[in-house]
């Protein structure tokens, strides 16, 4: 894996025209196939899918505000075409702040997907804190009409509000420009979006949609991804965690391990037996320096030897669970890092382990697109 190239700062969020499914097709299983290969056929079915009246294409630019609720959380975003040709003045000076590496392939694949498509299917997710003048901007289009107010396929509810009238972009863009936002979803698209930019400068390629979230007005859910180590024996991480500074095991009951989950300790289990790793002693602010998974990774799997044959990347406690077996696979309970910790992770250019949040819930894709050749 590698780290996605940092080149975006100050940050520049520009007026697009929106591509949106009808409300009763969003979330609809067709979606997919609107989408789906041959992907150079996408434009036309798109065009197809508009003539039926199953697609509209906002006559005008604008900067959209777009809040979506799902079981009861409702999260708010400002949706823009984020200029990519920007170059920070320092190291350490990018808009945009990757978490995790990308698979290079994988990059590619997604490259020349979008290239075919012509097409932002949905905005990557940014996470930021907003400055009092953004979060204003974002309350003021709020007080009209909003351009779309629906409940899609999947009962997941939208309001969207346009902001078109050029002193008021003009004001959210000047609040945004000192904008230091981490990438909660799409880390290989931001890459193929770059990738794209520098193919063909000076094109609408130049852009990339995107999502903005202000995490103190409404947060994303920061969810855990488990671990399953498949060969990997309680015994053989018992003496991994012996072998590094810092780290400390205890066995103890299921509903013992379950209760001392937390952000300075992981919880190891084969089903049979439980174990807790904690780590950064009794210090609040040591606790704060590092990530559980980080701990897993760096300092706990480099020492075992041989290591896992294979590791699984899971969402659910029950599934995670399901999987261990003893002497053949230990589950591995994680506590989700803060958003604190991630933000500061990775503005020290830092990389967090593959697969080490889950940022909840994600919007439906087709309710904001961008056509590439409508700039």
């Not at 697009?16 to 009808?22: K, P």
């Not at 953004?134 to 289009?141: E, Q």
């Not at 999502?211 to 309680?234: E, K, Y």
């Not at 669970?321 to 994680?334: I, Q």
């Amino acid at each position: 894996m590698t780290t996605p190239p940092v080149v975006v700062a100050p940050f520049r969020l520009l007026p697009f025209r929106a591509i949106s499914l009808d409300p009763r097709r969003t979330g609809h299983r067709g979606v997919a196939r609107v989408l789906a290969r041959p992907y150079r056929g996408v434009t036309e079915r798109l065009d197809a899918w508009e003539s039926a009246g199953r697609l509209a294409r906002d006559p005008e630019a604008a900067v959209y505000v777009h809040e979506y609720t799902t079981s009861g959380i409702t999260v708010r975003g400002l949706v823009g075409a984020l200029d990519l040709t920007h170059r920070p003045e320092s190291d350490g000076g990018s808009a945009v702040l990757p978490h995790e590496g990308v698979h290079l392939d994988q990059a590619a694949e997604l490259t020349d997907r979008m290239r075919e498509m012509q097409v932002n299917p949905a905005p990557i997710l940014l996470v930021h804190r907003a400055r009092p003048a953004t979060r204003a901007a974002v309350y003021r289009a709020m007080a009209s009409e909003p351009w779309q107010s629906f409940t899609d396929a999947e009962g997941q509810r939208h309001r969207i509000w346009a902001v078109r009238e050029p002193g008021a972009v003009q004001a959210l863009q000047e609040s945004l420009r000192a904008t230091r936002a981490v990438i909660a979803d799409g880390h290989h698209r931001y890459a193929a979006y770059l990738r794209l930019s520098q193919e063909r400068p000076g094109t609408p390629w130049d852009r990339g949609l995107v999502m903005l979230v202000d995490q103190d007005d409404t947060p994303l859910f920061l969810g855990a991804i488990h671990r399953v180590l498949h060969d990997v024996g309680l015994d053989d991480l018992r003496s991994a965690v012996l072998g590094a500074p810092g780290l400390e095991w205890s066995e103890a009951g299921e509903s013992d391990a379950v209760a001392a989950l937390a952000p300075g300790a992981l919880v190891v289990t084969d089903s049979e037996r439980w174990a807790v790793i904690t780590f950064a002693g009794a210090s609040p602010d040591a606790v704060q320096c590092r990530a559980a998974v980080e701990v897993l990774h760096h300092d706990v799997l480099p020492r075992l030897d041989p290591g896992p044959s294979s590791t699984e990347y899971v969402h659910r406690v029950d599934d995670v669970l399901r999987r261990a077996r003893p002497g053949a696979a230990t589950a591995v309970l994680l506590p989700a890092p803060g958003f604190d910790v991630v933000m500061r992770i990775v503005s020290e250019q830092g990389l967090l382990p593959e697969k080490a949040t889950s940022f909840q819930p994600k919007p439906t894709t087709g309710v904001i697109m961008r056509s590439v050749p409508d700039g």
